[in-house]
């Protein structure tokens, strides 16, 4: 029935509009998020809700797999290329070309058509399962919120569509969007929600969590540091307490012959909020491929190695002067000829579990040199995992995320000794040395510095690192510097959003470049 539908809809368009561009009506049709049921199908009852809401989830993983880390990850200091990949280098390197295949948002525009004709079933039957309106509401609201902090202003669909015309939308001003939809989509979803914790759906956790980033985003700490802590309040969540915890939050380590004793996919903790979930029987393509399949183009900064050595010393001169009173969590041993002694293993293990080349927890940093190794903190041994063969879920939202956002409302409405606090609560969870008040900071600045690196450290390759940058107005200061080493033009103010694809332009008339990219 959709793909008579789909052929139907499409005949009609084509026998109707005329292109004076230079591509088939096909490509034409199928890069606008046309409804996948006719006006007669709309939703008659909850089972036909559940169904809806699936496909929803489905096209979350198909919108996200290389979006997500895309647009998080590889235009900030995390990251370095490492080869001659035109595509992902010019995303390190934030010289985007608007032609560029990552910049379509057709996927993100059929997760909206999907939740749109949920939201629009509420008033077709009586007794609509709010939960699963809840989630329509809070997956529309993420979607959006990602879309205008990439692009800014982007055309907005609050109904189903059903012809070529009523997809032919104009921009919407950021602040409307974000006013007008992010907003008040995410409260809704607060109050039609009654679910506490799921691990792959919207729930009351998940969507708190939300809000406190749009809030953060759009600089009204207060109101963030009020939806954490009523998250903190459920008490559905908790920070893991040791070294193996937190990496099972993220692994995903299939056996080989090599490395018989793969667990497999665990990615389970109670730390996470929620996450998107990827599986062979379904859609795979998760995060793990983002960083260790084909080509060796993406490999950890040296930037980012050095900041991290800096913060936790390897050497034992440097850590027992940094940190006098605290020993190392891991030992290593040592063979020699006639004798086998362990000594301590100095540094943060969190920086030995995110990289490659046989660096792991107990062992250390491994073989690879700075601004060479790949971030294995989700996959290991898979240096050469097929894109196409990835069921590593994307966290999205985690607790310890949270205790450091609200560290940061705390830190801006004038609250720094709180700000340490709940940094040190983190650091205590990971069986870290304390951060001391010298090494904070007296000025706002300096604690400001200093809180985003030890965000940098905790959430290294999920996706929240340009978002940071971008949101605390520091995208320019931090990458200029780097970008003038790699010796390529630093971007300005006005190229830190991102540039509209070029074929949506030429789809729609009505849309505008952005500027910085005309």
Known sequence: MKNMI??????????????????????????????????????????QLE???????????????????????????????????ASRNSLHNSTLDPGEGYLRWRNHYVVIDRVNRI??????????????????????????????????????????????SEAKQPQTPYAEVMSNLVIPDMLKAEEYLSTVQSNYRFSKSSVLAHQAEVYMWEKQEQLAKEA?????????HSLVQTPEDWQNLFLNQPATDQFPDGPGKVQMGPELIFSIQYNFEETSSGVARAYNAGAAVT????????????????????????????????????????????????????????????ATMEDGLGSAAFGEARCTKFIKNRVGLDPNDDNTDIPVFRFADMILLLAEAELKLGNPNVCLDLINQVRTARQLPLASQTDFGNSFEAQLDFLLIERKLELFGEAKRWWDLVRNDKAVEVMTPILNNREVIPFGEDRIVWPIFREHLLENELLNQNPGWD
Not at 13 to 37: K, N, R, T
Not at 228 to 236: A, C, D, V, Y
Not at 333 to 343: G, P, S
Request: aromatic residues 14%; negative net charge; hydrophobic residues 40%.
């Open 6 to 47: 789909l052929n139907k809809l499409k005949y009609t368009i084509c026998s109707l509009v005329l292109l004076g561009v230079l591509y088939s009506c096909d490509d034409f049709v199928d890069e606008l998020p046309i409804s996948e049921i006719s006006p007669e199908q709309f939703y008659k009852d909850n089972a």
């Open 51 to 85: 169904a809806a809401l699936i496909g929803a989830y489905d096209g979350v993983q198909v919108a996200y797999s290389d979006f997500y880390i895309n647009t998080g990850e590889f235009r900030s200091d995390d990251f370095q290329p490492n080869g001659a990949n």
């Open 119 to 164: 939201i629009e079933a509420e008033n077709n039957f009586v007794g609509a399962d709010p939960n699963l309106i809840g989630q329509a509401y809070a997956i529309r609201s993420k979607v959006y919120f990602d879309l205008a902090r990439m692009f800014n202003d982007v055309p907005v669909f609050t109904k189903p569509i059903n012809t070529v």
């Open 228 to 236: 954490i802590e009523k998250l903190i309040t459920l008490g559905s």
């Open 299 to 358: 490999t950890i900064s040296e930037e980012t190695e050095l900041e991290w050595i800096r913060r936790f010393p390897i050497d034992s001169l440097g850590w027992a002067t940094k940190y006098p009173n605290t020993d190392p969590v891991f030992s290593q041993v040592v063979e020699e000829v006639d004798t086998t002694y362990t000594v301590p293993l100095y540094g943060d293990w969190r920086h030995f579990a995110c990289r490659n080349e046989n």
